[in-house]
Nanobody
Framework: QVQLVESGGGSVQPGGSLRLPCAASGSIFTNYAMSWHRQAPKKERELVAFITATGASTKYAASVKGRFTISRDVAKNTVYLQMNSLKPEDTAVYCC???????WGRGTQVTVSS
């Protein structure tokens, strides 16, 4: 079974940036698309970004498009979420997922506040 471990969360002021890595164990990572999701308090979990197995195609939620970038490093078995121009409404727990196998990481907290 693949383990997914997120890191890089923390507190940042509005307008700031964070980069969230999601490290995957096992070579299976290279064969599958990956995604990032988030869940804010009292809200449903939402898909933030998606990247295909090759990295050739990406998709974003409308709320983050133009501010967030998903990427992957096959050599490091890691998928990244670069978050720029952060807003208070981006505050949430961010989790990565391997959708084809329904594997989830435990998540990392991101708080955007002045």
């Amino acid at each position: 079974q693949v383990q997914l471990v997120e890191s890089g969360g923390g507190s940042v002021q509005p307008g700031g940036s964070l980069r969230l890595p999601c490290a995957a164990s096992g070579s299976i990572f290279t064969n599958y698309a990956m995604s990032w999701h988030r869940q804010a308090p009292k809200k449903e979990r939402e898909l933030v970004a998606f990247i295909t197995a090759t990295g050739a195609s990406t998709k974003y939620a409308a709320s983050v498009k133009g501010r967030f970038t998903i990427s992957r490093d096959v050599a490091k078995n890691t998928v990244y979420l670069q978050m720029n121009s952060l807003k208070p409404e981006d505050t949430a727990v961010y989790c990565c997922k391997l959708p084809a196998r329904k594997y989830w990481g435990r998540g990392t907290q991101v708080t955007v506040s002045s």
